[in-house]
Nanobody, 125 residues
Framework: QVQLAESGGGLVQAGGSLRLSCAAS????????MGWFRQAPGKEREFAAA????????YYADSVKGRFTISRDNAKNTVYLQMNSLKPEDTAVYYC??????????????????WGQGTQVTVSS
């Protein structure tokens, strides 16, 4: 089992920045590829970014590419999502999730095994 807990969400003006953190506990964090997803009201959960177990590979949705950066610190059992140039359409609950392989992490939300409870990000115009 892996327990995931997101933090760092909040209210920010358009053009601002936030950094989300996801702290993991339980089984070996470094064994998992990690992803960030988001879900806006009335919409389906969508992929934002993913990172391989050692940080050597990353993958972004087109909607966040160039603005968001995913990173991880395996010594701290934490994955981060740095969000810059935020837009109102970035408003959503953001979730981190763990997948057992990089191939599964790139395959979609249904392939992730563990999920956090989410943190709200609201971007005002």
């Amino acid at each position: 089992q892996v327990q995931l807990a997101e933090s760092g969400g909040g209210l920010v003006q358009a053009g601002g920045s936030l950094r989300l953190s996801c702290a993991a506990s339980g089984r070996t964090f470094s064994a998992y590829a990690m992803g960030w997803f988001r879900q806006a009201p009335g919409k389906e959960r969508e992929f934002a970014a993913a990172i391989s177990w050692n940080g050597g590979s990353t993958y972004y949705a087109d909607s966040v590419k160039g603005r968001f950066t995913i990173s991880r610190d395996n010594a701290k059992n934490t994955v981060y999502l740095q969000m810059n140039s935020l837009k109102p359409e970035d408003t959503a609950v953001y979730y981190c999730a763990a997948a057992t392989t990089w191939a599964l992490a790139a395959a979609g939300a249904s392939k992730y095994r563990y999920w956090g409870q989410g943190t709200q990000v609201t971007v005002s115009s």
